[in-house]
RNA sequence: GUGAGUGUAGCUCAAGGGUUAGAGCACCGGACUGUGGAUCCGGUGGUUGGGGGUUCGAAUCCCCUCACUCACCCCA
């Protein structure tokens, strides 16, 4: 390459990042791991644009929330609109329901999606600009044995990915009739120690005292677990929706923690807290987090529809699976002479029609420096087409593997990779 | 937004004020014109992140800036 670079660099911008193709190996076999599993619950996938108005957000995912207030990317486009790259995917799906009527099919209704989100938010370890989501809802079912489904949901695809060493966190956040008086009873606690709080835990007294939980100092821990939880302050019925989700997870001999300090960063949760969090990640351990939010749908004017989802963070998550993306043999072609380069040309389109992976390369090359190059760059084969092989009608085909050769049709040399590679997959399952 | 750490070749790192900034790996070529991996030889590749300052002299010391990394806040 030999064109003059541009004098300034171009690189990505700050928290995005290029995926190169060994790395989207992973992604292709993690997305793919997620579809099956979703589909075998009976999920679909609901595709929301990237872009949305930004009133979307402020409405559905809190006007208050950090994310709102100070992460958004938001900007005015040509038409003078405010429009919002999608920091979360949740409102997107909500107001798909309502525009296009989905209550008024069979329910409950059960979405997945993968994609990109965005947060301007300074990047660390696990945390990006733009990052990506798997997400799945269910809309219109209150049975908590959905709540626990969708918990082992996760779990199945986390197994499947090879995920070890996770620890489940549940909690019940209350409802609008029960979250309230909680939440006033934590102030009163809150603001009667305050002099012996953190600087910053005596400003959270007053914005979010659930957040005095998390204080990694001692004194605040320690005043802190004398503050009333919000498990003895649920209503009835959050109650026992709570208690039935804890038995739908033992009956699926899932184990979990009961964090009753744990809140969900979004306004809108309901009843079910749940997050997964993963060793070696540094701060950001969280890998799904979700929860039930059954007031969404009606606080956009829509039907009274309660909803329940989660996400799962690509980047967490691929960071602690244990992926081996299976090998798929290729052939590189070995040729002498243009004639030979053009029977190569038209060999490789055959081989290809039967599956085959083949790499036909438009440099003059000796033999040697063919098999070096294919050597190199990890050909299981190597199909060899000179001018002997052309007066035959006959190629050599050199598995690099075990150095063995044959000699053969197209056809006859197609069977022989084909059998191969079944052998090859076989093994790998057993 | 706040704080700390790190920036030298594509990658991992040397050089700690003193010739023209080096090495390994990688890449390209040769030894080797019909058979790879090894070995040997050669080559490409750098405004030492950028700008300013101190100095006879700066990759090295100082200031600013940018980027990356980690942590806080918060979250996937």
Redesign the pocket.
């Known amino acids: 390459m030999n064109t003059e670079q541009p004098?300034k660099e171009l690189s990505a911008i700050?928290?995005t990042k290029d995926i190169l193709p060994q790395e989207a190996r992973l992604w292709q076999i993690a997305e793919a791991a997620a579809k099956e599993i979703f589909e075998l619950y009976g999920y679909r996938e609901l595709r929301a644009p990237v872009i949305e108005p930004t009133e979307l957000f402020e409405k559905g995912t809190g006007a208050s929330?950090?994310?709102v207030t100070k992460e958004m990317y938001t900007f005015t486009d040509k038409g003078g609109r405010s429009v919002t790259l999608r920091p979360?995917y949740t409102p997107s799906v909500v107001r798909a329901i309502i525009e296009h009527r989905l209550d008024l099919q069979p329910q409950p209704l059960r979405f997945y999606y993968i994609g990109p989100m965005f947060?301007y938010?300074?990047?660390?370890?696990?945390?990006?600009r733009q990052?990506h989501?798997i997400d799945i809802e269910v809309f219109g079912e209150k049975d908590p044995a959905v709540d626990a489904e969708i918990v082992e949901m996760a779990h199945r695809l986390l197994r499947q990915l090879g995920v070890e060493n996770v620890t489940t966190m549940v909690n019940s956040v209350g409802c609008k009739k029960c979250r309230p008086a909680y939440g006033a009873e934590l102030r009163k606690a809150a603001a009667a120690v305050k002099d012996r709080l953190c600087p910053?835990c005596q400003r959270?007294a007053e914005l979010?005292p659930l957040?005095i939980f998390?204080?990694?100092i001692e004194t605040c821990r320690e005043v802190a677990s004398n503050f009333p939880k919000i498990t003895d302050f649920l209503c009835a019925e959050c109650q026992e929706h709570f208690q039935e989700f804890l038995g739908y997870l033992d009956f699926y001999g899932i184990p979990y923690r009961v964090d009753p300090t744990l809140?969900?960063?979004?306004d809108y949760y309901t009843k079910t807290a749940f997050?997964i969090v993963a060793e070696h990640l540094?701060?950001?351990n969280?890998?799904?987090?979700g929860g039930r939010y059954d007031d969404m749908v009606r606080e956009f004017g829509g039907p009274d529809l309660c909803g329940i989802g989660f996400?799962?963070?690509l980047?967490?998550l691929l960071s602690v699976a244990k992926i081996e993306p299976p090998k798929k043999s290729f052939v590189y072609f070995a040729y002498?002479g243009e004639e030979a380069k053009k029977q190569s040309i038209a060999t490789a389109r055959y081989l290809r029609s039967e599956g085959i992976e083949c790499l036909v390369e438009f440099k003059d090359r000796?033999?040697?420096?063919h098999?070096?190059r294919?050597?190199?760059i990890g050909a299981d084969w190597v199909l060899?087409i000179?001018?002997?092989?052309l007066a035959k009608g006959k190629f050599?085909l050199?598995d690099?593997?075990d150095?063995k050769?044959y000699e053969g049709t197209a056809e006859e040399l197609a069977k022989i990779i084909l059998l191969k590679d079944k052998k090859g997959i076989k093994s790998r399952e057993e």
């Open positions: 004098k700050k928290g929330s950090d994310i979360e947060r938010d300074k990047p660390q370890k696990g945390r990006y990052f989501q910053d959270k979010n957040r998390d204080c990694k809140v969900r960063g979004l997050e540094g701060a950001q969280a890998i799904c987090g996400a799962m963070g980047e967490r002498l000796g033999m040697k420096a098999f070096s294919a050597n190199k060899i000179g001018e002997d092989e050599q050199k690099m593997i150095s050769q």
